[in-house]
């Protein structure tokens, strides 16, 4: 069965500081991944996908094969990162569990002044 | 305006009953999702629904129900059998097999057994 893990509920940093979120994942075949992002008092959102090789609000993620591992980076952390952050993996094409996404527990970036 | 809308905000239900929560979408999407958000456990699954009038269990589907009979909306019913109802509830709808997997979200009802 697929299985998203980020192993950190609650992290910190200070503003400017490196951030990364971890995620991996166990999945028989090529995934695609994601990372969602909840602002406070906003919905959740899609944040970047691995597919699109985007960065977003100065964000990427490089999926790990070997690692199984899809961490969330970005160089200098703004205080508006803070927030909830969900890994998300979808099941495979051609399957039952089609477009369903299964999501990690999630973090809460706190970035400090 | 296209969206998708989740009604109540906040609902507060007595032991033993039934409550409803809406979600309608406008968004043409043909799937659509019923997540449980619990502090330190992410989002888990109840139920979702691919196309109309067909709808599949989740990670934790007991003590809830569904239907699908149109495909703008997909109410969640939580019945008296579901132990511990109080969490907030998001629906999202997305259509899979685009190039574009991601989901959009409802802005989430709380419920609250009293």
């Known amino acids: 069965a697929q299985r998203v893990t980020q192993p950190e509920k609650l992290l910190s940093v200070f503003k400017g500081a490196p951030v990364e979120l971890k995620c991996n994942y166990s999945?028989?075949?090529?995934?695609?991944l994601f990372w969602y992002v909840q602002y406070s008092r906003q919905r959740l959102q899609l944040l970047l996908r691995?597919?699109s090789r985007e960065s977003i609000k100065g964000f990427t993620a490089d999926l790990n094969k070997g690692e199984t591992s899809f961490h969330l980076k970005k160089p200098f952390a703004q205080e508006e990162d803070s927030a909830m952050y969900y890994c998300?993996?979808?099941?495979?094409?051609?399957?039952?569990?089609?477009?369903?996404?299964?999501f990690g527990q999630g973090t809460i970036l706190t970035v400090h002044p | 305006d296209g969206g998708i809308t989740q009604s109540p905000k906040y609902l507060f239900r007595k032991e033993g009953q039934n409550v409803t929560l809406s979600c309608e979408q406008n968004?043409?999407?043909?799937?659509m999702y019923w997540y449980r958000q619990d502090p330190g456990q992410g989002l888990r699954l109840i139920y979702y629904?691919?196309?109309?009038?067909?709808?599949q269990k989740g990670d934790i589907a007991e003590g809830y129900s569904v239907s699908r009979e149109k495909k703008e909306s997909f109410p969640l019913t939580v019945t008296s059998a579901q132990k511990n109802p109080t969490a907030f509830y998001l629906c999202?709808?997305?259509?899979?097999?685009?190039?574009?997997?991601?989901?959009?979200f409802g802005s989430g009802t709380r419920l609250t057994v009293v």
């Open positions: 629904s691919q196309i109309v009038n067909d709808f």
């Open positions: 691995h597919i």
């Open positions: 999945y028989s075949g090529s995934p695609e």
């Open positions: 968004l043409n999407h043909d799937a």
């Open positions: 999202a709808s997305s259509t899979p097999g685009t190039n574009n997997y991601g989901y959009t």
């Open positions: 998300a993996l979808p099941g495979p094409a051609g399957g039952t569990s089609y477009g369903k996404l299964t």
